[in-house]
T-cell receptor, first 115, second 119 residues
Framework: EAGVAQSPRYKIIEKRQSVAFWCNPI?????LYWYQQILGQGPKLLIQ????????DSQLPKDRFSAERLKGVDSTLKIQPAKLEDSAVYLC?????????????FGPGTRLLVL | AQTVTQSQPEMSVQEAETVTLSCTYD???????LFWYKQPPSRQMILVIR??????QNATENRFSVNFQKAAKSFSLKISDSQLGDAAMYFC????????????????FGKGTKLSVIP
């Protein structure tokens, strides 16, 4: 079974530029998550999708971040314009169910550096 | 809001020895799940072990076991017979088991403990 795929693995941009990250979850997984992991901290949930609908985006900075999951499979996370404090690893995860005991499977992440 | 605290930023252990990583959490809920995730240098996080708050018995997965103290809100991870491949960041995480609207099942992570294994 293929794992969660993310691209690119690394991205360097200047502040005020825009950037997009892509995630392909495990086949058949209905739930998809985007996390932000700042250096020295644990991951923080940005947005959760169930199929192609948003379940929770309460911690997504909507003035600059946006995400979509067309057709309930792949997802993209966009930042526009980027700020220095957006430098972090962006992790995508997926799970087959939305239950509290479910296992979330994580991708390798995209490391973003904003200069 | 729930919080998860890992008080040990870094730990080290000799190969084949045993190490315990600490985690405490704060919640007013009675039903929840606790997790330990491992994040190796390649950064792909994987689940190590899971514990349901209502289960008295401590979870065990091969060389990994937990000491769950519900009253003390403590959830430590013990790694026995440490191996070089155990070197990683370890994150403790909390998840409510009670649905109360959007975000109910959100995973709340601690800041992590970096474990080094000395050959």
């Amino acid at each position: 079974e293929a794992g969660v795929a993310q691209s690119p693995r690394y991205k360097i941009i200047e502040k005020r530029q825009s950037v997009a990250f892509w995630c392909n979850p495990i086949s058949g997984h209905a739930t998809l998550y985007w996390y932000q992991q700042i250096l020295g901290q644990g991951p923080k949930l940005l947005i959760q999708f169930q199929n192609n609908g948003v379940v929770d985006d309460s911690q997504l900075p909507k003035d600059r971040f946006s995400a979509e999951r067309l057709k309930g499979v792949d997802s993209t996370l966009k930042i526009q314009p980027a700020k220095l404090e957006d430098s972090a690893v962006y992790l995508c995860a997926s799970s087959s169910l939305t239950t509290p005991q479910e296992t979330q499977y994580f991708g390798p992440g995209t490391r973003l550096l904003v200069l | 809001a729930q919080t998860v605290t890992q008080s040990q930023p870094e730990m080290s252990v000799q190969e084949a020895e045993t190490v315990t990583l600490s985690c405490t959490y704060d919640t007013s809920e009675s039903d929840y799940y606790l997790f330990w995730y491992k994040q190796p240098p390649s950064r792909q996080m994987i689940l190590v072990i899971r514990q349901e708050a209502y289960k008295q018995q401590n979870a065990t997965e091969n060389r990994f076991s937990v000491n769950f103290q519900k009253a003390a809100k403590s959830f430590s991870l013990k790694i026995s017979d440490s191996q070089l491949g155990d070197a990683a960041m370890y994150f403790c995480a909390y998840r409510s088991a009670t649905y109360s609207g959007a975000g109910s099942y959100q995973l709340t992570f601690g800041k992590g403990t970096k474990l080094s294994v000395i050959p």
